[in-house]
């Protein structure tokens, strides 16, 4: 068994979609890979880029993972139940893997990160463990397994971007795809285990940013979504003895870059950073209708004092004062959140700051959260995760009643409007009606017509709305 070590430790993390991917089944005699992915959305981008790297080396996915050669899960470590919820999927390959012995369990992503060569003493059906910036190894890896040895490789990277390697698009619907533009995180929040599992900051090249946006449009996509852990951080400076030494490109530029490849692409991008997002980056949304007008912004908290206890380096008024900056530059700017409840120490008071933020920004939508102690964090070594799981619970409830009343209120205002939708595709409850979003990310579904394509521009007026949804129909 050939162990790497980790190399630089450091941090990040993205958005948690908590969901769930199967890759498309594909046809032919290569050998099978079925891939499934859990947390943020770069995880999900980073299984297309093992699906790339694995079929340059022969394989082919398959949405089935009892007619695969290998199964890959990606995991995610951000809080324990995600931990959980992948150690219970293992299990059921294990299932699979005593049917058919010849069967590959390879487990990538964050908790392969965390816990290394514990994985493969923990869960004795495991044959590999493959840390974020390892996957160029993985047919090495794979080749080790096939000569019956453990495989692992958690080497964390100062350069790996990825930047070459063409992502398949995996359960794709051909209409919006994700573009990762940097990796790894240089923020110590101090609740987050991301600083430990992928690694330092580092961003991708933007020629090869535009150029994957721009094949992508040719291909018939529409939206593209910028991802990385602080996309405001971004920043590529071109190398020395390169022709491009000299040259710099921040977030706001790549921003305008990736919208002149045409009008008919929308762009949107995630994660932004209370800190580090600037005017600038706001002006340029503001400049370019195909810049979506929709920020997701984690405040976490709302209170300076439990600020300060996380490491986000801002204040409750420096946050205000960003959002007073978006909705005087962009008036129709939506803003999502992410909020942690009962985070070490908080007090009645302190969360009480929480629901007051939540009021003063009106979020169009927020993802909540109980604080779960992470190993190894900040927080775990330096504070005392005292607030109990009952309290812990109601503070959650009451953030989450507040988050349904502000987006119920905000999606309220779009009745008897006309949005500009995206078509994606059919209604995931009907099939008889068409659903897309608009450019502040709200869902919006109608009925479908003969002529509808996914990928089409539409004018959809908004009759009536329910808790998540607009309803409406097409007009001119
Ligand atoms: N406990 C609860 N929520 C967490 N998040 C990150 N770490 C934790 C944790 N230990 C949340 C943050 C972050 C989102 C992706 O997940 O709100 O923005
Ligand atoms: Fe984690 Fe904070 Fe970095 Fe986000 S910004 S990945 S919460 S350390």
Known sequence: MIELELADKTHDEARQGEALIIDAPQRGNARKLYIESYGCQMNFADSEIVASILGDNGFETTGDYKEADLVFINTCSIRENAEQRVRNRLS?????????????????GCMAERLKSKFLD???????????????????????????????N?????????????????????????????????NMCSFCVVPFTRG??????????????????????????????????????????????GIQVNFAQLLEMVALISPDLRIRFSTSHPKDITDEVLYTIAKYDNICNYIHLPVQSGNSRVLELMNRTYTREWYMNRVDAIRSIIPDCAISTDIIAGFCTETEAEHEETLSMMDYVGYDFAFTFSYSERPGTLAARK???????????????????KAQQTSLYRLQQNVGKTLRILVEGTSKKSKTDYCG????????????????????????????????????????
Request: aromatic share 6%; proline share 4%.
């Open 154 to 186: 958690v080497l964390l990277s100062r350069e790996e971007t990825y930047a070459d390697i063409s992502p398949v698009r995996l359960n794709g619907n051909g209409i919006t795809a994700f573009i990762s533009i940097m990796r790894g995180c240089d």
């Open 383 to 401: 504070l005392v995760d005292d607030i109990p799981e009952e309290v812990k619970k109601r503070r959650l409830a009451e953030i989450l009643v």
């Open 437 to 476: 979003r608009n450019d502040q990310n709200a869902m919006v579904v109608f009925p479908a017509t003969e002529e509808i394509k996914p990928g089409q521009y539409l004018n959809v007026l908004v009759e009536r709305c329910t808790s998540a949804t607009l309803l409406g129909r097409i007009v001119d």
């Open 200 to 245: 330092r900051e580092r961003s991708r090249d933007p020629q090869s940013i535009v150029a994957e946006a721009q094949d992508l449009f040719d291909r018939g996509y529409k939206e593209v979504t910028l991802l990385g852990q602080n996309v405001d951080s971004y920043k590529w400076k071109g190398a020395d003895d390169s022709e491009a030494a």
């Open 122 to 152: 923990e869960e004795k059906l495991v044959d590999m463990v493959v840390g974020p910036d390892a996957y160029r190894d993985l047919p090495q890896l794979i080749s080790q397994v096939e000569d019956g040895q453990k495989a692992i």
């Open 92 to 108: 059921q390959f294990g299932v699979e893997k005593r049917r058919n012995p010849k069967l590959i369990v390879g487990v990538l």
